[in-house]
């Protein structure tokens, strides 16, 4: 959900392992081989649906099967910016028909109050597209968007609902996912010159940080608010293992938010957090050597459990920028672990063979485990945070 990336400022020394070049593939090669899959797998993603309208894929199911949603669901913007990111490493006329095509078909979620996922549905669709293609009409579906998603702001609370249900058991329910929509609203804020997006986003984060995590850096999942008092009343998981567990994808939805956060404000307070969790990740004795996660790190059957192939996506791009904001020896760290991450990723444990895995690029991710849903099957969102991380790295580097 990256749109103006802050790289390059402070390319490490000794960047990389590439002093292992000669025991292992550089890491150009790796970023080349990736993306050449990535779009290979996308333009037989984007054929097959090219003629089944408002379609967007989102995983495979039980059958094996392709399975698709519309619009409405909460990843229909991931496919979309996966191909404007492909786009822009490669522009061709065959991936921008198609980046154009699958775009249009999120359009109606502009208009959806229902969700808190809008800078997921929207901002990486048209806000990729609008960033390289400054179509006009881009930027006005982006305002209606975020227009939508402020009436899920409670100036009382100073947070953003994410969900409508269960309201027997939560009564403002905000989960860390949430963080990735800030971007959103800065963008708004700046796009628009009006402060009320970017004060909700700050409001947002404040309090998430406030709230959401424990002392060791790791963070609930869920956490309600009394809409009386504006305290938390429950804080729980939905997708983790237990309720004080660390489900990997929710720390990773962490790190990347306050890193986006602090590049787009400047505030200390975001560079701090996104270091802390940053720092979590990095020192966990359960992140297993190819440093892909399992899907908790605290499921205590490790390492006989899924792994989580999209939070590895989400972390390595998340790291990639944070390395850029610190000279020191903790960006070469994070840099380190991103390319680590990255040639897993690209490796033929998890990158899928052209043709294979239902048209998408990486295997062996992990949805929704406690509700049997979607374990260890692609999903659209590991492949546009793949691609993501694919192309920053080749920034650092200096790849293009």
Not at 40 to 60: D, F, N, S, V
Not at 228 to 239: L, M, N, R, S
Request: proline letters at 5%; charged letters at 20%; one cysteine or more.
């Amino acid at each position: 959900m990256r749109k103006q990336f802050i790289l390059g400022l402070f390319i490490p020394a000794l960047l990389l392992s590439s002093c292992n070049a000669d025991q292992q593939e550089s890491i150009s090669a790796v970023l080349e081989r990736g993306l050449t899959r990535s779009t290979e797998q996308a333009l037989l993603m984007a054929k097959e649906l090219e003629g089944q309208e408002g379609k967007l894929p989102k995983t495979i199911n039980k059958e094996g099967n392709l399975e698709t949603s519309t619009y409405s669901w909460w990843c229909s913007g991931f496919f979309p910016g996966e191909l404007w990111y492909l786009y822009e490493n490669n522009p061709t006329e065959e991936l921008k028909k198609y980046a154009e095509l699958f775009t249009d078909r999120v359009e109606p979620a502009k208009n959806l109050t229902n969700t808190h996922d809008l800078g997921f549905m929207i901002n990486c669709s048209f806000g990729n597209g609008y960033r390289i293609t400054k179509n006009p009409a881009y930027k006005d579906i982006m305002i209606t968007g975020a227009n939508s998603l402020a009436t899920r702001y409670n100036p009382t609370i100073g947070v953003i609902r994410s969900w409508d249900f269960n309201k027997d058991v939560w009564q403002f329910p905000v989960i860390i996912d949430n963080m990735m929509n800030l971007e959103f609203f800065t963008w708004a804020s700046r796009a628009t010159g009006d402060s009320r997006f970017k004060e909700m986003a700050l409001s947002h984060a404040d309090k998430t940080i406030q709230h959401h995590f424990r002392k060791d850096n790791s963070s609930y999942h869920v956490v309600s608010y009394d809409t009386i008092t504006g305290v938390p009343h429950k804080k729980q998981t939905h997708q983790g293992l237990a309720d004080e567990s660390a489900w990997a994808r929710g720390q990773a939805w962490a790190l990347y938010g306050y890193t986006m956060m602090y590049r787009e404000t400047a505030e200390p307070i975001y560079l701090e957090q996104a270091r802390c969790i940053a720092q979590f990740i990095m020192n966990h004795p359960n992140l297993p050597e190819d440093k892909i996660p399992y899907w908790d790190f605290d499921d205590p059957k490790i390492p006989d459990v899924p792994r989580d192939a999209s939070a590895a996506a989400i972390i390595a791009s998340a790291l990639i920028e944070l390395s850029q904001m610190d000279n020191g020896q903790f960006g070469k760290d994070c840099l380190t672990l991103a390319e680590q991450q990255l040639r897993s990723l690209t490796s033929p444990d998890y990158l899928a063979e052209k043709g294979t895995n239902r048209f998408f690029v990486l295997m062996h991710s992990t949805g929704h485990l406690p509700g049997n849903s979607e374990v260890d099957v692609p999903l659209s969102y590991a492949d546009y945070y793949y691609v993501e991380a694919l192309l920053r790295m080749k920034k650092v580097i200096g790849g293009k």
